[in-house]
């Protein structure tokens, strides 16, 4: 069966000069965002990194206390290939995230710490384009940004923060989700392409517990960038969907 064709992806905007990213697991910026965060580092803005987990329980042929280090170390040397030198892991249980309070109190005060006026995070929808089911984590971290980002924005949610010298940040304009379903939003990434796949290339121990014969990395963030490039007129473009904080963002 024909697919009728995807509307064109409008361009983000690049008014802007801090970004944080919030995701759940070591590797989930590099499965499709990091070509774009290489872009924005190159024009000189800072993007810093969160961890919710330090994805612990991905590699079935390591314990988690082992797996951890291994993950920490291929994250930050993940991120250093694309301009990112600030990579923070919050430590919440790998595989077992919960949407709730907790998990919201920890990215808000990561907001609050970073005070971004972007905040980038993981498709939280149901499935990703194409049909495949999403994982819990993911859906519980995206979930919990989008409310944290107003959370951190007031005195009086987790207030117990404020209290001990972390002020409230109102300051995000907007939320952008990578990997959505129900992305309507791209960058170019044809320039910084490369760089993404190296991204990804740096969790080698993870790609090579997930026993994926024959798995190539370029080729795998292609088929999604050539997609997206169809969309924008390019060769390579990374799609979001773009949640607005404000009624003038």
């Known amino acids: 069966m024909d697919h009728p064709p995807q509307a064109p992806l409008t361009p983000l905007t690049e008014d802007w000069t801090r970004a944080l990213a919030v995701v759940a697991h070591p590797d989930d910026m590099e499965f499709g965002a990091a070509a774009a965060v290489a872009r924005w580092t190159g024009q000189g803005k800072t993007v810093v990194y969160t961890m919710v ?15 951890r280090g291994v993950r920490e170390a291929e994250q930050v040397a ?3 290939v694309v301009g990112v030198d600030e990579v923070e892991f919050l430590g919440l249980p790998d595989g077992v995230l919960e949407y709730g309070l907790p998990l919201r109190s920890a990215v808000a005060a990561a907001v609050r710490r970073h005070r971004p006026e972007v905040v980038i995070t993981g498709n939280y929808r149901e499935t990703f384009p194409g049909g495949m ?11 919990a940004v989008v409310d944290a980002v107003r959370d951190a924005g007031n005195r009086w949610v987790f207030h117990d923060q404020v209290e001990a010298g972390l002020e409230p940040w109102g300051g995000v304009r907007q939320v952008w989700v990578a990997g959505s379903p129900d992305a309507a939003h791209g960058v ?19 790609i090579a517990g997930l026993g994926w014969e024959h798995f190539d990395p370029a080729e795998f963030l292609a088929t999604m960038s050539r997609a997206g ?11 979001f969907e773009v949640l607005k904080m404000g009624w003038d963002d």
């Open 53 to 67: 987990t330090s994805g612990e329980a991905g590699i079935d042929g390591l314990a988690p206390e082992e797996a």
């Open 78 to 80: 993940s991120a250093a």
């Open 133 to 143: 089911l999403n994982q819990a984590d993911h859906i519980a971290t995206g979930r």
């Open 188 to 206: 170019d990434v044809t320039g910084t392409f490369d760089a993404g796949v190296a991204s990804l290339r740096a969790h080698a121990a993870y």
């Open 229 to 239: 490039g169809a969309r924008m007129g390019v060769e390579h473009a990374t799609a």
